[in-house]
């Protein structure tokens, strides 16, 4: 097992968010988590991964568009 297991508070600073949101998203199940006795983990991966899902792109806009 090599993918490193961060904590709640890890995953809020690396968010730029406070750590109610993780918990939240741990709550509502909506990413995958690790209970170590009655700790919880997220995998970095899992992190990364959510990021990535989240990403919204820019749009390209093209020259002599009209709106």
Same mark, same amino acid.
């Not at 406070?18 to 995958?32: A, C, G, M, N």
């Given at each position: 097992?090599? %993918?490193?297991?961060?904590?709640?508070? #890890?995953? %809020?600073?690396?968010?730029?968010?406070?750590? /109610?949101?993780? +918990?939240?998203? =741990?709550?509502? +199940?909506? *990413?995958?988590? $690790?209970?170590?006795? /009655? !700790?919880? +983990? *997220?995998? @970095?991966? $899992? $992190? @990364?991964?959510? *990021?990535?899902? !989240?990403? $919204? #792109?820019?749009? @390209?806009?093209? =020259?002599? %568009?009209? %709106?």
């Amino acid at each position: 097992m090599s %993918a490193r297991l961060l904590t709640v508070d #890890q995953v %809020a600073e690396l968010l730029g968010t406070s750590v /109610r949101f993780p +918990r939240r998203l =741990i709550e509502e +199940r909506r *990413i995958t988590f $690790v209970k170590v006795g /009655r !700790h919880v +983990r *997220i995998p @970095e991966r $899992v $992190v @990364e991964a959510y *990021i990535e899902t !989240h990403t $919204v #792109q820019p749009v @390209e806009r093209r =020259i002599g %568009a009209v %709106a």
